[in-house]
């Protein structure tokens, strides 16, 4: 029996996953170990907690990948991860790319700036997700981004794996460069 009070649903990972090779725990394991000599080094032991706690939860996001949940966008609102967000608690939306996949993010309205991060698989329900939440939201086509999103951003563009990133990368120094 279909739901009237539903716009649109599909399933989607709950977050945006791409296997990763070994060089990459490799890599941060490296980084993780000469931190912590160095830090063992100045006596500062407490410090090696929450360095091996980050190290953990970034093996945990890269070996498991994301559980598939459903998203609903009703008329009340938007359902995702068994989370209901009602439209006059929500501000403005938008989309960016995240390991070849669209990625809604939906921000709630002051004091509180709640982000929800949707997974939408193809085209054809960005698209109608994008009319759908016009209706109701508006629509940011080049969000603010903040310190956090900035750093995530430079982590995954420097944890890419393949050749073609790191050409990218190379080409966009050489130009950044004078």
């Known amino acids: 029996m279909n739901n009237p009070q539903v716009l649109i649903s599909w399933k989607a990972p709950l977050r945006p996953y791409k296997k990763q090779n070994k060089t990459v725990l490799r890599f941060s394991l490296a980084v993780v170990f000469l931190l912590s000599v160095v830090i063992v080094f100045f006596g500062d032991l407490i410090l090696l907690i929450p360095i091996w706690a980050i190290i953990f939860l970034f093996y945990v996001l890269i070996i498991t990948p994301p559980p598939e949940v459903e ?4 008329v009340f609102g938007i359902e ?7 439209w ?3 501000s403005h939306f938008y989309f960016y790319q995240r390991f070849g996949l669209s990625v809604l993010v ?33 629509y940011q086509e080049k969000p603010q981004r903040s310190f956090t999103d900035k750093i995530a951003d430079w982590f995954s563009r420097l944890l ?14 050489e130009v950044a460069s004078p």
């Open 106 to 138: 939906i921000v709630s309205s002051p004091p509180y700036f709640y982000h929800a991060y949707l997974v939408v698989p193809n085209k054809e329900i960005k698209e109608k997700v994008f009319s759908l939440l016009t209706q109701h939201l508006i």
């Open 71 to 74: 998203n609903k966008i009703t």
């Open 160 to 173: 890419s794996e393949t050749e073609e990133d790191h050409q990218v990368l190379l080409e966009k120094s």
């Open 80 to 86: 995702t991860a068994g989370v209901t967000l009602r």
């Open 88 to 90: 006059e608690s929500l």
